[in-house]
Each structure stands twice: as C-alpha cells, then as structure tokens.
C-alpha cells in the first residue's frame, strides 16, 4: 500500500491543468458576486485550500470587496494571505505586484494602519472604587 495525500478541493497542485482550472473557476466567482454573502463563501474556499492563491486571484477577490464597499473586508483578505504564506518576503511580493491596485482603490495593509487601543467604557458595577 503506497501512502497518497489527499488535496483539497480533489486538485493536485502539480498538476497545472486543474491548478488553472481553479484559478479560472474562482476568479469569474469574484467578478460576477453580488452580494457579501457569495464574498465571504468565495473568500472561505480559496483561503481553504493547500497552497496560497495566485496574485491575480487575491486582486479579483479584493476589487469585488471594494465593489461592495467593504473597506474592512478587503484589509482582512491581505492579512489572511499573509497568514497563509511560508516566509515573509513571500508576503511582500504579493504586496509589491498587488501594490498599483491597492493604491487605484484606496486600500493599505493592516500594518499601515498603525495599532489601536482598545478603549472601554466605563461602567458603574465594573468599577473597583
């Protein structure tokens, strides 16, 4: 008995004829979603699988973000690619060809944010004094 592992999606990512098969599936999902519901479903398969999505899927996958106006969403797909990647300069390539489009629609990483403070309000049952 010879050990196979199993893909997800049933793709072997050798295989280049399924890889682009997939990558074609997915981008027109991005291109023709309607809703942040079939977003956020397109978004779970993708970040679902073995491997990193292709450049050109995570750019679909944040223009269909932004057609929907969900700032919040499309800061949330470059985190989750840079969760997925093995290095961090791996991350930084995507950011380097990706970076003309996130400048045409206004979006920036995380880290260009800057870090928050959480503020909590104060309540009167919670306080010590």
Known sequence: MVPARAYSHGLDPASSKDY?????????HFQSCQ??????????????QDWC???ELVGEAI?????????????RIL?????????KEQYQQYLNVLAPLLNELGVVDKHA??????????????DAN
């Open 20 to 28: 682009d098969a997939y990558v074609s599936e997915w981008t027109a």
């Open 113 to 126: 944010l800057g870090e928050f403070k959480t503020v909590r309000q104060k309540v009167w049952w919670a």
């Open 63 to 75: 223009k269909a973000a932004r057609r929907m106006d969900s700032f919040a969403t499309t800061v």
């Open 35 to 48: 809703d942040d519901f079939e977003l956020e479903r397109g978004l779970n398969q993708i970040f679902a």
């Open 53 to 55: 999505p292709q450049v």
């Open 79 to 87: 985190e989750a690619v840079e969760h997925k990647v093995h290095k």
